[in-house]
């Protein structure tokens, strides 16, 4: 025993740097994409995005509202300077024509800065490119809902997010698949112990008494033994339940959104539905009508977890009506087969 113990240490012993790190790369790799990990991946993925997507868009973003200030403030200025100085305050037509003149000059400036550089009249004391708000517009990439109210106007923004949503989406449909199992087979574990184990008998199969000689065995109407009824992944989840926590999902969200956003409870449902179903128009979108010092930061942030609790949750949703659909179906042709057998 000691020779074979003493061999065993001097196995180990002998592996090399390369070997270990081959192993610490693996168990690394292992865990990223593990239940727990896959969260963690996510989201300093999405992390990574908004501090990249801040270094390419906000410089441009900045420079192009600089611009449309400095024009309004030119603007402003001349025609200052026309009404109290240049024109006879007693001449109305010469005030007019300078006035008109001058209107036209910063029209014309607005429409070059709007076909050249993408201005889109967004608000100047609003950052798009902040943090939260290229946090949300990286999580919106990779889960594809795509608003649009946030953009890439420069070349290397564009070529990033291009190469940032093909890393990006199948590394969230993981994410979804993963939570999404594990929060059905939570949710299944629950809705059996408080259906099952406290005396409400409703999702549990009737009993049918087979006598075959001299032995006896207990069969159900669904095929299955009667071990299989404590079995917590063996319960199905009625849809009526999977649609009620989804609608409540929504609902709460519309309510939350609509006291920050001061929109309607209709507008709040509807931003929650098309957020969640990855519609995303963007017509109705947070943070666009308040200014930075009215939370725009908070509400970003928890936009962002909202949707990916809330995609989680739905794939939960489906992965449990699919399984209640699968075992209807079943059910419904186990009732076929025997009434062929009992006509035969």
Same mark, same amino acid.
């Given at each position: 025993?000691?020779?074979?113990?003493?061999?065993?240490?001097?196995?180990?012993?002998?592996?090399? #740097?390369? &070997?270990?790190?081959?192993?610490?790369?693996?168990?690394? /790799?292992?865990?990223?994409?593990?239940?727990?990990?896959?969260?963690?991946?996510?989201?300093?993925?999405?992390?990574?995005?908004?501090?990249?997507?801040?270094?390419?868009?906000?410089?441009?973003?900045?420079?192009?509202?600089?611009?449309?200030?400095?024009?309004?403030?030119?603007?402003?200025? *001349?025609? #200052?300077?026309?009404? $109290?100085?240049?024109?006879?305050?007693?001449?109305?037509?010469?005030?007019?024509?300078?006035?008109?003149?001058?209107?036209?000059?910063?029209?014309?400036?607005? /429409?070059?800065?709007?076909?050249?550089?993408?201005?889109?009249?967004?608000?100047?004391?609003?950052?798009? #490119?902040?943090?939260?708000?290229?946090?949300?517009?990286?999580?919106?990439?990779?889960?594809?809902?795509?608003?649009?109210?946030?953009?890439?106007?420069?070349?290397?923004?564009?070529?990033?997010?291009?190469?940032?949503?093909?890393?990006?989406?199948?590394?969230?449909?993981?994410?979804?698949?993963?939570?999404?199992?594990?929060?059905? +087979?939570?949710?299944?574990?629950?809705?059996?112990?408080?259906?099952?184990?406290?005396? $409400? &008998?409703?999702? *549990?199969?009737?009993?049918?008494?087979?006598?075959?000689?001299?032995?006896?065995?207990?069969?159900?109407?669904?095929?299955?033994?009667?071990?299989?009824?404590?079995?917590?992944?063996?319960?199905? /989840?009625?849809?009526?339940?999977?649609?009620?926590?989804?609608?409540?999902?929504?609902?709460?969200?519309?309510?939350?959104?609509?006291?920050?956003? +001061?929109?309607?409870?209709?507008?709040?449902?509807?931003?929650?539905?098309?957020?969640?179903?990855?519609?995303?128009?963007?017509?109705?979108?947070?943070?666009?009508?308040?200014?930075?010092?009215?939370?725009?930061?908070?509400?970003?942030?928890?936009?962002?977890?909202?949707?990916?609790?809330?995609?989680?949750?739905?794939?939960?949703?489906?992965?449990?009506?699919?399984?209640?659909?699968?075992?209807?179906?079943?059910? $419904?042709?186990?009732?076929?087969?025997?009434?062929?057998?009992?006509?035969?």
């Amino acid at each position: 025993m000691q020779r074979k113990r003493s061999t065993r240490r001097s196995f180990k012993r002998q592996k090399t #740097w390369g &070997q270990r790190l081959k192993d610490y790369l693996r168990n690394f /790799v292992a865990f990223m994409f593990s239940n727990v990990g896959i969260i963690g991946l996510v989201i300093g993925y999405t992390i990574a995005g908004s501090f990249m997507f801040i270094a390419i868009e906000s410089p441009k973003y900045t420079s192009r509202i600089e611009n449309i200030l400095r024009l309004r403030n030119m603007t402003a200025n *001349r025609l #200052w300077q026309t009404t $109290c100085c240049e024109i006879n305050i007693f001449s109305e037509a010469s005030w007019r024509n300078k006035v008109d003149h001058e209107l036209k000059e910063f029209q014309n400036s607005i /429409v070059h800065e709007v076909q050249i550089h993408g201005y889109e009249g967004e608000d100047i004391s609003a950052n798009r #490119w902040s943090f939260s708000g290229a946090f949300l517009y990286s999580l919106t990439v990779i889960t594809t809902i795509g608003y649009g109210n946030v953009a890439p106007r420069t070349e290397w923004g564009k070529l990033a997010t291009i190469l940032y949503a093909i890393a990006g989406m199948p590394l969230f449909l993981l994410y979804l698949s993963n939570i999404g199992d594990i929060l059905a +087979k939570s949710f299944k574990w629950t809705y059996a112990k408080c259906c099952l184990c406290t005396g $409400c &008998q409703l999702s *549990r199969p009737s009993k049918e008494i087979k006598v075959e000689g001299a032995t006896e065995s207990v069969t159900f109407e669904d095929g299955s033994d009667e071990s299989s009824i404590y079995d917590p992944q063996s319960v199905t /989840v009625p849809i009526t339940l999977c649609l009620a926590i989804m609608v409540g999902y929504v609902y709460g969200g519309a309510i939350l959104f609509g006291k920050w956003e +001061k929109w309607g409870l209709l507008d709040g449902a509807y931003f929650c539905f098309i957020s969640l179903s990855t519609i995303g128009f963007g017509d109705i979108v947070p943070g666009d009508m308040i200014r930075k010092d009215e939370g725009i930061e908070l509400r970003f942030i928890f936009c962002s977890m909202y949707l990916m609790l809330g995609m989680a949750l739905i794939a939960m949703c489906f992965n449990l009506m699919q399984e209640e659909v699968v075992h209807k179906i079943r059910t $419904c042709g186990d009732m076929m087969r025997r009434i062929t057998r009992c006509n035969r």
